[in-house]
């Protein structure tokens, strides 16, 4: 009798380490496995990183230094920069660090910690874009009453919101992956930890978590995406009817908005809610949505925006000024 209670606790003990994870850390297999493609890459990705942050921080204090962009627009853009700049960091410090390890290898934690980060900056990058039409609907479609809608607590409110969101976002993803079995393979196909390719890697039949995430962070990309396009499309009409001097300024920005939004949403749609995944073509598209993107959003920003490129002529003639006193 003792010797079957003593086999049946020792049973259910088994099953209950079974059930829970043993991979103690993930590895990477990063982008090439060529040591002088990847001197390359590193050099790339580096002067890459190095522009994403000096882009980024430059949009920030240029708004911030100069009252002429203290306006909903400018409040926005200068949130985007930043989380921009937080979402990059998030995969590319250790990506480039990685390049010169043979042995690419992340904690099970600090993998967790990426998948949070990268969709709670995600989230929050995808309502402040959401914010930005918004805030151009009103300027352009109705004028006489923007002030009063795009109120500074209304701007702060949305910027909270969006970090709010993005925090539920990441929560609700987080808690697919948790309790996933991580008992075998522990060989990440990329360069950095998300959702759709860590739970390929659980002891279990993840076809449901697969349909919740396509049905979280895919339904919400697509119809974040089609909500954006309807309303620049409505933007783009009332534009039309405008006098030529004002709709040319007005298009200008509205096509800086339009590329960013592409940009953004193009990659995260083939990640998150494409159901024919292909290994290459998802590679490549990270490393769009995590380095490259970031990089153009300042670039297309100042280029297409005469307001900014003044505003940045006049903080160099001020620091210039302020070098030649001190």
Same mark, same amino acid.
Request: net charge positive.
């Given at each position: 009798?003792?010797e079957?209670i003593?086999?049946?606790?020792?049973?259910?003990?088994s099953?209950?380490e079974?059930?829970h994870?043993?991979?103690t850390?993930?590895?990477?297999?990063?982008?090439?496995?060529?040591?002088?493609?990847?001197?390359?890459?590193?050099?790339f990705?580096?002067?890459? @990183?190095?522009?994403?942050?000096?882009?980024? /921080?430059?949009?920030?204090?240029t708004?911030? !230094?100069?009252?002429h962009? =203290?306006?909903?627009?400018?409040? /926005?853009?200068?949130n985007? !920069?930043?989380?921009?700049?937080?979402? !990059?960091?998030v995969?590319?410090?250790?990506?480039?660090?990685?390049?010169? %390890?043979?042995?690419?290898?992340?904690?099970?934690?600090?993998?967790?910690?990426? *998948?949070?980060l990268?969709?709670?900056?995600?989230?929050?990058?995808?309502?402040?874009?959401?914010?930005?039409?918004?805030?151009?609907? +009103?300027a352009?479609?109705?004028?006489?009453? @923007?002030?009063? *809608?795009? $109120?500074?607590?209304?701007?702060?409110?949305?910027?909270?919101a969006?970090?709010?969101?993005?925090f /539920? =976002?990441?929560?609700?993803?987080l808690?697919?992956?948790?309790?996933? #079995?991580?008992?075998?393979?522990?060989?990440?196909?990329?360069?950095y $930890?998300?959702?759709? %390719?860590?739970?390929?890697?659980?002891?279990?039949?993840?076809?449901?978590?697969? *349909?919740?995430?396509?049905?979280?962070?895919?339904?919400?990309?697509v119809?974040s995406?089609?909500?954006l396009i309807?309303? @620049?499309?409505i933007?783009?009409?009332?534009?039309q009817?405008h006098?030529?001097?004002?709709?040319?300024?007005?298009?200008?920005?509205?096509t800086? =908005?339009?590329t960013v939004?592409?940009?953004?949403?193009?990659p995260?749609?083939?990640? @998150?809610?494409?159901p024919? #995944?292909?290994?290459?073509?998802?590679k490549f598209?990270?490393?769009?949505?995590?380095?490259v993107?970031?990089l153009?959003n300042?670039?297309?920003?100042?280029?297409?925006?005469?307001?900014?490129?003044?505003?940045m002529?006049r903080?160099?003639?001020?620091?210039?000024n302020?070098g *030649? +006193?001190?």
């Open positions: 009798m003792k079957g003593v086999e049946t606790i020792s049973w259910n003990v099953i209950s079974a059930n994870s043993v991979v850390e993930f590895i990477f297999l990063g982008l090439s496995n060529s040591q002088e493609l990847q001197i390359f890459l590193f050099l990705f580096f002067v890459f @990183y190095v522009g994403i942050v000096l882009g980024n /921080l430059l949009i920030v204090i708004v911030a !230094s100069d009252l962009l =203290h306006s909903p627009m400018y409040f /926005l853009l200068a985007l !920069s930043l989380i921009d700049l937080s979402l !990059s960091s995969t590319a410090p250790k990506m480039i660090a990685d390049f010169f %390890r043979t042995r690419k290898v992340i904690s099970f934690k600090g993998c967790l910690a990426q *998948i949070f990268l969709h709670l900056f995600g989230g929050s990058e995808l309502v402040i874009l959401i914010a930005m039409a918004f805030d151009r609907y +009103t352009i479609c109705k004028p006489l009453r @923007y002030t009063t *809608i795009m $109120c500074g607590n209304v701007c702060v409110g949305i910027v909270a969006a970090w709010g969101i993005g /539920l =976002h990441s929560v609700s993803q808690a697919f992956a948790v309790n996933l #079995p991580f008992c075998g393979p522990n060989e990440v196909d990329s360069f $930890c998300d959702l759709p %390719r860590v739970i390929k890697l659980a002891c279990t039949d993840t076809y449901r978590v697969d *349909i919740m995430v396509i049905a979280n962070s895919g339904v919400l990309t119809c995406f089609v909500l309807i309303s @620049y499309t933007i783009l009409m009332t534009i009817r006098p030529l001097d004002r709709s040319s300024k007005a298009f200008s920005t509205l800086a =908005h339009i939004v592409l940009l953004f949403f193009g995260c749609i083939f990640i @998150y809610a494409w024919f #995944p292909v290994k290459s073509l998802d598209l990270a490393v769009f949505y995590s380095v993107t970031p153009l300042p670039i297309i920003y100042t280029l297409r925006n005469k307001d900014m490129k003044t505003a002529r903080l160099g003639k001020w620091n210039r302020s *030649i +006193t001190s």
